[in-house]
């Protein structure tokens, strides 16, 4: 056990990482899982705060000085059963928080310069150990109940809707169009930041705990919500934001330029052998690759384009390095990996060249006044465009919420951005316009990051069992 001086006389480990040359050329985690005696030791770091800021800054709100203290006891499944209580994915959280602008960005030891507690290593840690020891949630108390409800959408909000709804005793059926759970942790996030066996596993978890999963199966295609809304007490939708942004500029059809998501996803599928017939992933082997973006998606495009064997990468994006709205850790991850950053630069147009390669046209920016978001906007420098020749371009603009064709009929709202109309203040949390129907994570936020998800579909299953008296 440690001492209340721990943080002074141990420094801050987040585990060690592989180092860039080993693994620029391979698709696995690039995190090494924290030993026991150093995942206690970290814990013991934590002060005990009486009012801890991490558990406010973090989304789903995390008891994390208690899971924390329940480590450094060496008390394990305890730990597990703690970071259950509160997060349906702990183990994914772990992985892929941006923890420095969450919970250990609020850390108190951040402000005395001792660096985090290193709280997503730790929670990572919890769940994966304890599953190798045979840890497995204990659904001995649940009282069984004779309700029913079909969850839309094997994602992060999803999933941690059904993971409530099965431990109240409600019978969760989770229908996906894709052939794996995990939505964009397995259709999206590459595995040199969140393994795939790692979204199985909580695959086995959950069918263990009794909730079902219907893949390769489209509402609106193969079945009609309304056979769903017949056939069950209540719907979940977790449908996620797939709609891609265009830059709208000149050349963004031209070949060779590429949508972010299909060239990661398709990436994906290659590496687990799952890729349709007649599809191929696009090699950047050789290639000198633009990466056109600043978020999460541009610098997992930039880090699979190296893994790939690319000649060259440029990220290119219009604000400063300090405004990037990517995780930081990811950022410093991929310069290692020898990604080239061009900061305060906005593509204005691509080119075909006479020699077949592409020129994308960049110019400098300025950052101007905060807009009503305290974002500063990027200004451009007139006169100062310059052309980078290269052989693809990958536009990482981000995603919107698109309306399906069948929400009208089923009389479900949108704003007029796309985003379903559900909060935490509707009658039920997370109700829609139609009392039967409740939805959550990035379909009705907009596209965020997978803890926010989580939040919301667990609200949502909240809002579920109200409604149907479970509670
Ligand atoms: P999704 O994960 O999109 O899941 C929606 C699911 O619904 C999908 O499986 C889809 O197939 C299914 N679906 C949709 N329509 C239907 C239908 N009609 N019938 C059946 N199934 C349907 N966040 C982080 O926190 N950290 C990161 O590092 C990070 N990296 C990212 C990298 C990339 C490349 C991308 C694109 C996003 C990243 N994000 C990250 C964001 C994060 O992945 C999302 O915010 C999160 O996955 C949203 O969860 P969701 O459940 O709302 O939607
Ligand atoms: Fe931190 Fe995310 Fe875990 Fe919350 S869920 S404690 S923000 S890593």
């Given at each position: 056990?440690?001492?209340?001086?721990?943080?002074?006389?141990?420094?801050?480990?987040?585990?060690?990482?592989?180092?860039?040359?080993?693994?620029?050329?391979?698709?696995?985690?690039?995190?090494?899982?924290?030993?026991?005696?150093?995942?206690?030791?970290?814990?013991?770091?934590?002060?005990?705060?009486?009012?801890?800021?991490?558990?406010w800054?973090?989304?789903v709100?995390?008891?994390?000085?208690?899971?924390?203290?329940l480590?450094?006891?060496?008390?394990?499944?305890?730990?597990?059963?703690?970071?259950?209580?509160?997060?349906?994915?702990?183990?994914?959280?772990?992985?892929?928080?941006?923890?420095?602008r969450?919970?250990?960005?609020?850390?108190?030891?951040?402000?005395?310069g001792?660096?985090a507690v290193?709280?997503?290593?730790?929670?990572?840690?919890?769940?994966?150990?304890a599953?190798?020891?045979?840890?497995?949630?204990?659904?001995?108390?649940?009282?069984?109940?004779?309700?029913?409800?079909?969850?839309?959408?094997?994602?992060?909000?999803?999933?941690?809707c059904?993971?409530?709804?099965?431990?109240?005793?409600?019978?969760?059926?989770?229908?996906?169009?894709?052939?794996?759970?995990?939505?964009?942790?397995t259709?999206?996030?590459?595995?040199?930041?969140?393994?795939?066996?790692?979204?199985?596993?909580?695959?086995?978890?959950?069918?263990?705990?009794?909730?079902?999963?219907?893949?390769?199966?489209?509402?609106?295609?193969?079945?009609?919500?309304?056979?769903?809304?017949?056939?069950y007490?209540?719907?979940?939708?977790?449908?996620?934001?797939?709609?891609?942004?265009?830059?709208?500029?000149?050349?963004?059809?031209?070949?060779?330029?590429?949508?972010?998501?299909?060239?990661?996803?398709?990436?994906?599928?290659?590496?687990?052998?799952?890729?349709?017939?007649?599809e191929?992933?696009?090699?950047?082997?050789?290639?000198?690759?633009?990466?056109?973006?600043?978020?999460?998606?541009?610098?997992?495009?930039?880090?699979?384009?190296?893994?790939?064997?690319?000649?060259?990468?440029?990220?290119?994006?219009?604000r400063?390095?300090?405004?990037?709205?990517?995780?930081?850790?990811?950022?410093?991850?991929?310069?290692e990996?020898?990604?080239?950053?061009?900061?305060?630069?906005?593509?204005?147009?691509?080119?075909q060249?006479?020699?077949?390669?592409?020129?994308?046209?960049?110019?400098?920016t300025?950052?101007?006044e905060?807009?009503?978001?305290?974002?500063?906007?990027?200004?451009?420098?007139?006169?100062?465009?310059?052309?980078?020749?290269?052989?693809?371009?990958?536009?990482?603009?981000?995603?919107q919420?698109?309306?399906?064709?069948?929400?009208?009929?089923?009389?479900?709202?949108?704003?007029?951005?796309?985003?379903?109309?559900?909060?935490?203040?509707?009658?039920?949390?997370?109700q829609?316009?139609?009392?039967?129907?409740?939805?959550?994570?990035?379909?009705?936020?907009?596209a965020d990051?997978?803890?926010?998800?989580?939040?919301?579909?667990?609200?949502?299953?909240?809002?579920?069992?109200?409604?149907?008296?479970?509670?």
């Amino acid at each position: 056990m440690s001492d209340v001086f721990q943080f002074m006389k141990l420094s801050r480990n987040p585990g060690e990482k592989v180092e860039a040359a080993v693994r620029k050329i391979e698709f696995k985690e690039i995190y090494q899982p924290l030993h026991q005696v150093d995942a206690a030791e970290q814990a013991g770091r934590c002060l005990s705060c009486g009012n801890p800021y991490c558990e406010w800054e973090c989304p789903v709100h995390n008891y994390i000085p208690n899971w924390l203290k329940l480590v450094d006891e060496g008390k394990l499944f305890e730990a597990a059963e703690m970071s259950h209580k509160t997060n349906s994915l702990p183990e994914i959280c772990g992985r892929v928080c941006p923890q420095d602008r969450l919970c250990e960005g609020a850390c108190t030891l951040n402000q005395g310069g001792f660096g985090a507690v290193t709280i997503g290593s730790i929670e990572k840690y919890i769940t994966d150990e304890a599953y190798k020891a045979g840890w497995r949630p204990d659904m001995s108390k649940v009282i069984w109940s004779d309700k029913k409800v079909a969850v839309i959408g094997a994602g992060p909000a999803g999933l941690a809707c059904a993971d409530v709804l099965v431990r109240n005793g409600v019978k969760p059926v989770v229908y996906d169009r894709y052939e794996e759970i995990g939505g964009l942790l397995t259709f999206g996030i590459p595995e040199f930041k969140l393994e795939k066996a790692v979204v199985q596993r909580r695959r086995e978890i959950m069918q263990g705990m009794g909730v079902e999963f219907v893949l390769n199966t489209e509402i609106g295609k193969d079945i009609e919500i309304e056979a769903l809304l017949e056939q069950y007490d209540a719907v979940f939708m977790g449908m996620g934001a797939y709609k891609y942004m265009k830059g709208g500029f000149a050349g963004e059809d031209l070949p060779g330029v590429l949508e972010a998501l299909p060239y990661l996803v398709n990436n994906v599928r290659q590496c687990m052998e799952t890729l349709p017939a007649g599809e191929a992933a696009v090699s950047m082997a050789g290639k000198r690759v633009v990466v056109l973006g600043g978020g999460d998606t541009a610098m997992d495009c930039n880090r699979t384009a190296i893994r790939q064997g690319a000649k060259r990468v440029t990220c290119a994006y219009r604000r400063d390095e300090a405004n990037m709205p990517g995780s930081k850790r990811e950022v410093a991850n991929a310069k290692e990996e020898g990604v080239e950053f061009r900061w305060n630069s906005q593509p204005v147009g691509i080119e075909q060249l006479p020699n077949g390669a592409l020129a994308v046209i960049l110019a400098e920016t300025r950052l101007g006044e905060p807009d009503a978001k305290g974002r500063r906007n990027a200004e451009i420098v007139a006169g100062s465009e310059e052309r980078i020749e290269c052989d693809h371009v990958i536009i990482a603009f981000g995603f919107q919420v698109e309306a399906a064709s069948w929400f009208d009929r089923a009389g479900i709202s949108s704003q007029p951005n796309g985003r379903t109309i559900a909060s935490e203040k509707s009658k039920f949390k997370y109700q829609t316009s139609h009392a039967k129907i409740f939805a959550g994570g990035d379909q009705v936020r907009g596209a965020d990051l997978v803890v926010r998800a989580v939040f919301e579909g667990r609200q949502a299953a909240e809002g579920m069992l109200s409604y149907l008296q479970v509670w």
